[in-house]
Each structure stands twice: as structure tokens, then as C-alpha cells.
């Protein structure tokens, strides 16, 4: 992985991060792993993080699928946030755990032309990692692993999203809207 930050889709539900049932703003993100839709890569998350002599990377999980009528609208939404990420020094990851097969979710990547790299998160590692409570829910993590964002994928009644969080970050900025409530 190349890239100096990374962006990764979830879509799954359930899940318990450090004491806490799910990943807050300010926690580190517990480690997982989880394999690419063909099933040949393993990605671990905390490949992402600052290493000793690294500059570590960002990391923005967002929990979606194609399955889920708000994750089919969040489609369009994710490919900006995609398209903001390119020549950016920035991998935009999909990691779908919400009942979609290996199989089939490749086939949609194929058709729908998704170019970042999926995820398949079938017993829901990355779910029961994070436990977000909808589908579409995103998460952006520091170098470090931290969690600097929490909320919806697009912002709503003055409240920031993915998208202006991520903006603020590749700018250097603090977040400023650090939670917004995603809605599935």
C-alpha cells in the first residue's frame, strides 16, 4: 500500500472496540484483517498506521452496502469521496459485511465499475470491530488509528459529512464536525 492515506468503505453491523461497544471519536480502532473479494489479498487495518519511520497513513471507513436502499443512494456520494482521493496520495478501501456473497459482491464491483479495492467482511470482523448502528456510517482515523471522524457519509441540516471531514483533513485542518448522525 502505497498510499499516504486511505479510504475504506464497511458496510455490517455489531461489533465491540477497546471497552466500548463501538469505535468513538478519540478511541484507537482495534486491529483486524480482512481479504479482497477474490479472495487472494489479506488488507490488515492497522497497515495503515504510523510505523517507526513512517509517516503512517489515514484511514476513513465507511459502513455501506449495495444491498441497503441508503447505501445504493450513498453510491454516488462515495464515488466523489473516491474521486476527491485520487493523485491525493489517498486508498479508498470497500469493506461490505452486510449479506452480500464474495461472489456476488464482485460481480457488482465489476459492474458498477467500482475501481477502489473491496473488502469481503462475511463472519463481520470488521463489523464486530467497529459496531456501527447503520448502514451508511463512516469513520476517518488518524495515523495513529484514532478516530477524528464519526457520522453520516453526507452532510445534513449544518452538519458536516465524509466528505467536508475528509476535505479538513487533507487540508491539515482539525475536524470540525467530529460526529453527524448517519441515518440507514
Known sequence: MKSAIALVAVAGIACAAQDSPTLKVGQICPAFALK????????K?????????????FVVLTFWSYKC???????????????LCKGKKVEFIGICSYGEGAEELAKYATDNKIEYTLLYDGETKAAKSLEPKVVTCSY?????????????HKG????????EALKEVLDGKEVTTKESAAKG
Open 36 to 43: 479482497t473479494v477474490d479472495g487472494l489479498k489479506e488488507i
Open 69 to 83: 436502499p441508503s447505501g445504493e443512494k450513498a453510491m454516488p456520494d462515495l464515488a466523489k469521496v473516491y474521486e
Open 156 to 163: 445534513r441540516k449544518n452538519q458536516g459529512g465524509l466528505l
Open 45 to 57: 487495518i492497522e497497515d495503515f498506521r504510523k510505523k517507526e519511520g513512517s509517516e503512517g497513513q
Open 140 to 152: 476517518i482515523l488518524d495515523r495513529e488509528g484514532r478516530c477524528l471522524y464519526k457520522g453520516a
